[in-house]
């Protein structure tokens, strides 16, 4: 089993950034593909971006591609998603997961953390 922590959500004004930071308590960590997503009131969880286990493989949501980044530090353990251009409509809950299936398939994910709130205001 893999426990997930995420760290770096908070209050942001409209155009500003954030880094998301999602700490791992296994050190196969290296064996799992990571994904952020985020559950905004009154819509469906949804998938941001996922990063193959070695990093050489990544998919971004088109909500999300060219404003977010999403890598990993397998020394430490950690999944990063950087996000700039923050809009209004970006304020959720951010969930890191993970899962050693395919880093594509959104359903494929069975670990998930507890969530880090994101607020964008305008």
């Known amino acids: 089993q893999v426990q997930l922590v995420e760290s770096g959500g908070g209050l942001v004004q409209a155009g500003g950034s954030l880094r998301l930071a999602c700490a791992a308590s296994?050190?196969?960590?290296?064996?799992?593909?990571m994904g952020w997503f985020r559950h905004a009131p009154g819509k469906e969880r949804e998938i941001l971006a996922s990063?193959?286990?070695?990093?050489?493989?990544?998919y971004y949501a088109d909500s999300v591609k060219d404003r977010f980044t999403i890598s990993r530090d397998n020394a430490k353990n950690t999944v990063y998603l950087q996000m700039n251009s923050l809009k209004p409509e970006d304020t959720a809950v951010y969930y890191c997961?993970?899962?050693?299936?395919?880093?594509?398939?959104?359903?494929?994910?069975?670990?998930w953390g507890q969530g880090t709130r994101v607020t964008v205001s305008s």
């Open positions: 997961a993970a899962t050693r299936g395919l880093y594509y398939r959104s359903d494929s994910y069975v670990y």
């Open positions: 990063i193959s286990w070695d990093g050489g493989s990544t």
């Open positions: 296994r050190r196969t960590f290296g064996n799992y593909a």
